[in-house]
């Protein structure tokens, strides 16, 4: 299965337009050519046939090999061009992978914003979006505990508009000129850059202490939030606060979410570190492979708003990144919807060459005061220009869908060609004009300012700990274990005792269980209750068992069927048609890749099954389930086989839906090694401990149970 799908992706690949196409799409075809195209031959750079770029000119006699020619401008020029090949990464977001889509609206929000981008119903809007980790370089793993980036670039009819989101709400700090630090802090340290992709060493942490601002999100850095199971099943916000302004001249802050069709799901924390070695690349090829298949993830696309009039009613300040804007107070309201549906073409140029600047915005869009955005606005921008060079505007990838004209001139790298003979405004021949507001025109809102020039912020941003306490009351039981063991995790890493015991202080400001709790498994002080009086609160929709599908699925799931010589055919075929049908993904595993017999056949019958992988190859965390189908050879060798019994307890482990039939039932009970679980004997579906098992074949009702794991999460 896995073989047919990258071959399949290989076939699509070849196409380079595959997936859907958008006006974004086929303006890039004027920069796209096909390297599969059999008319193609070896040139240099400018243009000349090649006949032999594997060997250097060299001076050669009949019997020795002589020195190399400085004259082979092909062999000079193919090194130089290798020399050059790297940009510098990311300073933040490093690694990350991206997609094309589009972005339609279901609801005009024409009462707050004249953008058309979000007034206008019958519009599609192209769009790139490129998610991300944060700390680690661009070679690392995607499961680490991390932030996910969740930037949406919208080639609108007005010019780019940028989303340069994360998938969790709040930032770790208030102001933009922190960021170098809180940076710094997260990142390897300087003396021996270790560790890599890691907030699980003394820097972050005494960062943490150091700044009470960080409480918040660092509460969600250490919740299921940050080992996502997919990008796919991520929310991404906005997290600061922007502003939209209506054709009356009404301005409303806003904040902007996204919420994914197949809910928010993460990984348990062993799972996460297992896969981080077994496939650093999993979440850049779980999204790949989904939309290969045509399995197009789906956000709906949510605004908050507050009426400027209201700017200072909550007893958080509206421009605080490091805040939500609680549900109960400014409700979500959904009105659009963000579709991926094309992998690009290459890498570098699309992926990596893609820019995101907080001050793209469009008409009807504009900037709060928020001290954050403020930064980050002049930030993007900046590092671009290091990261790229002048005119990386033009990049086909950066390139607006409408026209582009100013006077700005030059540069490295210019493409443009500008025919005139004025390249200033005003001119002579009125060339190249100013737009009018009914021409479209980017009207800055006419915000009143007042004020002393200092630097400090109004007193509410002083505030630091009654969200976390609200995000930390409004998880669940199992998510707030999650928490209190990811804690313990982190501090565990840290050697400094400053550190780990400042921070167990810090946690009792906020909930003191778990303080206790996590310094005892640290080692620390255990805390005293502190003076902060808690307001017990909690709050709709921060904890992400709230975002389970509407209807559960099991579309584009992962699910392993271990077999092995022996099986019983018919639970193997009826499991995998039913995944199948469902849009589910199964893969055979068996003790070899070669093939494998069901019970009566043998070499030669041409009845075997050759299995995806072996089951060295591949381990069960990168499995969503796992089905064993009955066979009673088949079960003798995998109970012999350590390795299909440590798959079974492995996946049990991780909370994932497993299914058994026949003789496989009391292998799995075995495996499992739970004397008070209940089995099923008969043909009834039982669920105990999180496992499923049918006495016979049920292909519907394993379904059924795989849908409800993970149409919750894989902890219940
Ligand atoms: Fe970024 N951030 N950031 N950031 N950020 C960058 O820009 C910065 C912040 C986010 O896929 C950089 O192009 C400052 C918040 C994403 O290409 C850089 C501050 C949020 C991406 C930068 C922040 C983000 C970046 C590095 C504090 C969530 C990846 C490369 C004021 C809302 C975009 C680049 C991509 C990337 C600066 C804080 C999200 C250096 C100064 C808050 C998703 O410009």
């Known amino acids: 299965m896995a073989s047919e799908i990258l071959a399949s992706a290989t076939e699509k690949v070849k196409d380079t337009m595959s997936g859907q196409s958008s006006k974004k799409t086929t303006d890039l075809q004027k920069n796209t050519k096909d390297v599969h195209d059999k008319n193609w031959r070896i040139t240099s750079d400018y243009g000349v046939k090649q006949a032999n770029t594997d060997e250097w000119l060299t001076v050669t006699s009949e019997d020795k090999t002589g020195p190399m020619l400085l004259e082979d401008n092909f062999g000079r020029e193919k090194i130089h061009r290798f020399d050059h090949e790297r940009i510098p990464e990311r300073v933040v ?87 170098p630090d809180v940076i710094h802090a997260g990142k390897p340290e300087p003396n021996n850059e270790i560790p890599q992709a890691q907030s699980a060493h003394n820097n972050f942490w005494d960062f943490q202490f150091l700044h009470s601002e960080t409480t918040h999100m660092f509460f969600w850095t250490m919740s299921d939030r940050a080992i996502p199971r997919s990008y796919r099943m991520m929310q991404g916000f906005g997290v600061n606060t922007f502003t939209l302004t209506n054709d009356k001249g009404e301005r409303n802050f806003v904040k902007f979410i996204f919420t994914p069709e197949l809910g928010v799901h993460s990984f348990v924390w062993d799972e996460a ?131 582009v004209m100013n006077h700005n001139r030059d540069g490295a790298m210019r493409h443009t060609i500008t025919k005139g003979t004025v390249n200033y405004w005003p001119n002579r021949f009125e060339a190249a004009p100013p737009a009018t507001a009914q021409e479209g025109a980017y009207i800055e809102y006419p915000q009143k300012v007042a004020g002393i020039k200092a630097r400090t912020k109004s007193p509410k941003f002083r505030e630091h700990i009654n969200q976390a306490e609200l995000f930390y009351n409004s998880l669940s039981a199992p998510e707030q274990a999650h928490l209190t063991a990811a804690l313990g995790f982190e501090l565990d890493h840290c050697d400094d005792p400053v550190v780990y015991k400042r921070i167990c202080e810090r946690l009792s400001e906020v909930d003191l269980t778990l303080a206790q709790s996590v310094a005892e498994m640290v080692g620390s002080d255990v ?29 584009t799931r992962r699910i392993a069927i271990l077999i092995a010589d022996g099986f019983d055919s018919v639970a193997y075929y009826g499991i995998k048609a039913a995944l199948t049908a469902a849009g589910a993904l199964p893969f055979t595993i068996a003790p070899r890749r070669n093939t494998i017999y069901p019970v009566g056949e043998s070499k030669g019958s041409g009845k075997g099954v050759v299995p995806d992988h072996h089951l060295e190859g591949m ?98």
């Open 619 to 716: 381990r069960s965390t990168l499995f969503d389930s796992v089905f064993v189908p009955g066979g009673a050879q088949s079960i003798q060798t995998l109970r012999k086989n350590g390795r299909a019994t440590h798959w079974i307890r492995e996946a049990f482990g991780h909370l994932k839906a497993i299914g058994a039939s026949g003789e496989a039932v009391q292998f799995v009970r075995d495996a499992c090694d739970l004397p008070g679980m209940e089995f099923s004997t008969s043909g009834e579906v039982v669920e105990s401990y999180g496992v499923v098992t049918v006495g016979q074949v049920n292909a519907e009702g394993f379904k059924e149970k795989v849908e409800m794991a993970k149409g919750a999460t894989n902890f219940v």
């Open 527 to 555: 805390p005293q209750a502190s003076k902060r009086q808690k307001h017990n609160k909690k709050a709709k929709g921060l904890s992400q068992l709230e975002y389970a599908p509407a209807t559960p699925t099991i579309a």
């Open 93 to 179: 977001h490093a690694r990350g992978s991206g997609a094309f889509g589009k972005f339609t609206l279901f609801e005009s929000a024409a009462d707050v914003t004249s953008a058309g981008v979000l007034t206008d119903t019958s519009r599609e809007t192209p769009v790139f979006v490129r998610f991300s980790t944060v700390l680690g370089s661009r070679g690392s793993a995607d499961t680490v505990r991390d932030v996910r980036g969740f930037a949406v670039k919208f080639y609108t009819e007005e010019g780019n508009w940028d989303i340069v989101g994360n998938n969790i709400p709040v930032f770790f700090i208030q102001d933009s000129m922190k960021f």
């Open 273 to 403: 570190l297992k896969i981080a070695g077994q496939n650093p690349d999993f979440h850049r090829h779980d999204l790949w492979t989904a939309i290969e298949n045509g399995a197009y993830p789906k956000w709906k696309f949510g605004i908050q708003t507050i009426p400027e009039s209201q700017e200072h009613d909550f007893d958080f300040d509206i421009l605080d990144a490091t805040k939500v804007w609680p549900e109960e107070l400014v409700p979500i309201r959904y009105i659009g919807e963000l579709e991926l549906n094309r992998n690009p073409d290459e890498f570098f140029t699309q992926t990596e060459q893609v820019a995101f600047c907080t001050s793209h915005i469009v008409p009807g869009i504009g900037f709060s005061d928020d001290p954050l955005l403020q930064g980050r606005n002049f930030s993007y921008q900046d590092t671009q220009l290091s990261r790229l060079g002048t005119n990386w505007e033009e990049l086909p990838i950066n390139k607006p869908v409408c026209p």
